[in-house]
Structure formats: structure tokens, C-alpha cells
């Protein structure tokens, strides 16, 4: 049974930095993509990054490269995502995903395993 579990939201001023853990539990990491998503107030939930399991390389989208990065520790089976020079637009409640399959260089466009949300609140 796949299980996934975000931690590590906060309040954060403008500028700041902050990471998010997510606790994976269930599968084997290597076969999985691993996405990170984020919906704000209102708004629908987009994706920020995922990770290929073909070859470990990471998405990122536009409004987050060059701030956003992921890493992982398989040991602990966690995914992190360190954010850093947060903007007050990044307030959003985060998720990490999961989906297995066979993507080669690429990530899958629907991912079936979700965790609960942890709340990233930037003020500005």
C-alpha cells in the first residue's frame, strides 16, 4: 500500500528559506516518479517538480527553477524539496505524489498516490 506523508510547512517571511519532507512508505522509491504540487487560495493544483525514475532527473516548473530543489535520502525512503528566496506567491498548500511506471526521461502526467498537504504560508 503506497503511502506518502508531507511534512515541514510553515510560516516564512519573504526572502526565506524553508524544506518540505515527504515520507514515503510501501513501494520501492526507484520505480516511482515522485512529483511535488502545490495549490494556492483559490486556485487549481499545479505541479512544481518531478523526479523521472528512468534516469533520477528532476522537472522543475518555471516559477520555481533556480529556487526549488529536490533531493532524496532512500535510506530514509524521503523526498525533499529545500525552497529557497520564497515569494509571497509561492503560499500554497504543498503535496507530494507518487505514480509507478515506465518513464523514460520524462514524468507522468497523472499521478495515482497522493500524501496530505502541509501548508506553506510566505509573508511578504
Known amino acids: 500500500d503506497v503511502q506518502l506523508q508531507a511534512s515541514g510547512g510553515g510560516l516564512v517571511q519573504a526572502g526565506g528559506s524553508l524544506r518540505l519532507s515527504c515520507l514515503a512508505s510501501?513501494?520501492?522509491?526507484?520505480?516511482?516518479?515522485i512529483g511535488w504540487f502545490r495549490q494556492a487560495p483559490g486556485k487549481a493544483r499545479v505541479r512544481v517538480s518531478c523526479t523521472s525514475p528512468s534516469d533520477g532527473r528532476t522537472y522543475y516548473a518555471d516559477s520555481v527553477k533556480g529556487r526549488f530543489i529536490v533531493s532524496r535520502d532512500n535510506a530514509k525512503n524521503t523526498v525533499f524539496l529545500q525552497m529557497n528566496s520564497l515569494k509571497s506567491e509561492d503560499t500554497a498548500v504543498y503535496y507530494c505524489?507518487?505514480?509507478?511506471?515506465?518513464?523514460?526521461?520524462?514524468?507522468?502526467?497523472?499521478?495515482?498516490?497522493w500524501g496530505q498537504g502541509t501548508l506553506v504560508t510566505v509573508s511578504s
Open positions: 510501501g513501494f520501492d522509491f526507484d520505480g516511482y516518479a
Open positions: 505524489a507518487a505514480q509507478g511506471g515506465v518513464y523514460i526521461a520524462t514524468c507522468p502526467h497523472d499521478f495515482s498516490s
